[in-house]
């Protein structure tokens, strides 16, 4: 069963919450991680860690760069 853009966004702000204590209220679809919620290269590789295993998909290194916002990601893994 495809999860629901909500039930993604849900996912992500935990994730995020729980790597760099940023609120989840704040991961917003149209955040960008490094300029809106201020992540770090070191930080995203963990997310994406946690993300591939809270959502059971697998985040290619040459992908994650692409990954520029939370919807972006939330895009990624639904497709």
Do not use: C, R, Y
């Not at 994730?15 to 760099?20: A, F, H, K, Q």
């Not at 960008?32 to 995203?44: A, E, G, P, Q, T």
């Not at 946690?50 to 639904?78: R, W, Y």
Request: net charge negative; charged share 25%.
């Amino acid at each position: 069963m495809a999860l629901t853009e909500q039930e993604i966004l849900a996912g992500l702000g935990k994730i995020v919450n729980e790597i760099t204590g940023i609120p989840a209220a704040e991961v917003t679809p149209e955040k960008n991680f490094v300029d809106d919620l201020d992540i770090d290269s070191l930080s995203m590789v963990e997310i994406a860690v946690a993300a591939q295993d809270e959502f059971g998909v697998e985040i290619p290194d040459d992908q994650l760069k692409h990954l520029k916002t939370v919807k972006d990601v939330i895009n990624f893994i639904q497709n």
